[in-house]
């Protein structure tokens, strides 16, 4: 079956701008969660959303937004960007059953310019 | 917060060898403990996971122990090949407050043919 899916691969952005990152989970997997990835840092949590529901937050400011669709493809969004958010997002697709079965997509490289 | 240490940070082997890597974490609530490997510029990989209920997990080269009175577990490598040289994560589900994958920062294991 298919994997997690994450558009786009890599996105350049200028200061001050927005983002929008999309990650389609694994047919069936109701949750995802939202990763952020660093070298200093490593991977940090910024929330989850199941069923539509964002269910945990992580300690980011609220430039960081995301939201889940009926169809449980999750978008992040990021505004007023800052030098600093440049790192690799990644979505985790779950079944949120007994196996858990956290499964990565290949991630968006944001480039803060 | 909740917290997950990892050791050591980075790690060299030769061919053949044994690999141990270790994680501690805070919340003894957490009942999920997933490891995962990441080559460079991929996403990270589910390799091996065990619960709060088992002590130890094996997978062909790869295994888990869990000691939940200390709150560590700890990932070995037997048997090392070339092709393990990646970056392993560990991680807790953590449950207190808010459930969610916590991840150590990483250990870069490289194996020296």
């Known amino acids: 079956k298919a994997g997690v899916t994450q558009t786009p691969r890599y996105l350049i952005k200028t200061r001050g701008q927005q983002v929008t990152l999309s990650c389609s989970p694994i047919?069936?997997?109701?949750?995802v969660s939202w990763y952020q990835q660093t070298p200093g840092q490593g991977l940090q949590f910024l929330f989850e959303?199941?069923?539509?529901?964002?269910?945990n937050k992580g300690n980011f400011p609220g430039r960081f937004s995301g939201r889940q669709f009926s169809n449980s493809r999750s978008e992040m969004n990021v505004s007023t960007l800052e030098l600093g958010d440049s790192a690799l997002y990644l979505c985790?697709?779950?079944?949120?059953?007994?196996?858990?079965?956290?499964?990565f997509g290949s991630g968006t490289r944001l480039t803060v310019v | 917060g909740e917290n997950v240490e990892q050791h050591p940070s980075t790690l060299s082997v030769q061919e053949g060898d044994s690999a141990v890597i270790k994680c501690t974490y805070s919340?003894?609530?957490?009942?999920?403990f997933p490891w995962y490997k990441q080559e460079l510029g991929k996403r990270p990989q589910l390799i091996i996971d065990?619960?709060?209920?088992?002590g130890e997990k094996k997978d062909q080269r790869i295994a888990v122990t869990l000691n939940k009175t200390a709150k560590h577990f700890s990932l070995h490598i037997t048997e090392t090949q070339p092709e393990d040289s990646a970056v392993y994560f560990c991680?807790?589900?953590?449950?207190?407050?808010?459930?969610?994958?916590?991840f150590g920062k990483g250990t870069k294991l490289t194996v020296n043919p």
């Open positions: 065990i619960r709060s209920n088992v």
């Open positions: 047919s069936g997997h109701r949750s």
């Open positions: 919340d003894s609530a957490s009942n999920y």
């Open positions: 985790a697709s779950s079944p949120r059953t007994e196996s858990y079965g956290y499964t």
């Open positions: 959303y199941f069923s539509e529901t964002q269910r």
């Open positions: 991680a807790a589900l953590t449950q207190g407050g808010s459930e969610k994958l916590v």
